[in-house]
């Protein structure tokens, strides 16, 4: 298949919702700090393959507008109060996963998510609820591309913190 240039070289954007994005980008983070040599593969594609994974699992659907979009299921959407609370983030796959690194990586997610899947949706709804509650508000984003969250001062006020502001 070929690109607008006729280069051969097709890229296949995506977009993923703030939620899903932290639940992906906290995943391939913690996949990478047990297996680095996945490091090799670019991030647009873990991710990509993480949300297939999502989808799979009942966490993630895909809204297929251009570029598609992943979002969370109803159900955590309606948990966490709306998860739209950021700019979606966007990826762009340049080069296919072999098969090979395919089965590999799929492999080390089914692992991950048996483990820590749960946990991780748990404390990702937990914080944009935190947010649309207004308890919490984005203080930036990390080097890994996760969203670094700090109280308000009704935050601070309902969990008993001394911390002024």
């Not at 299921?73 to 296919?96: F, H, M, Q, T």
């Not at 207004?134 to 008993?160: F, K, P, Y």
Request: glycine share 6%.
């Amino acid at each position: 298949m070929k690109d607008n240039n006729g280069t051969g070289n097709l890229k296949c954007a995506f977009s993923l919702n703030p939620l899903i994005s932290e639940i992906a980008i906290w995943n391939d983070s913690e996949i990478l700090y047990v297996r680095p040599e996945f490091a090799v593969l670019d991030q647009a594609t873990r991710v990509a393959e993480i949300c297939k994974q999502l989808l799979l699992k009942d966490v993630a659907r895909v809204d297929f507008q251009s570029p598609p979009i992943w979002t969370p299921v109803d159900r955590i959407e309606r948990d966490c109060g709306g998860s739209k609370i950021v700019a979606c983030s966007r990826y762009e796959l340049a080069n296919p996963i072999s098969a090979e690194d395919g089965r590999k990586f799929k492999k080390v997610i089914a692992g991950q998510f048996r483990r820590r899947l749960k946990f991780i949706v748990k404390k990702c709804v937990l914080a944009f609820e935190a947010y649309n509650l207004g308890l919490t508000e984005i203080n930036g984003v990390d080097d890994v591309g996760m969203l670094r969250w700090r109280l308000t001062a009704d935050g601070a006020h309902a969990s008993g913190s001394k911390a002024t502001y």
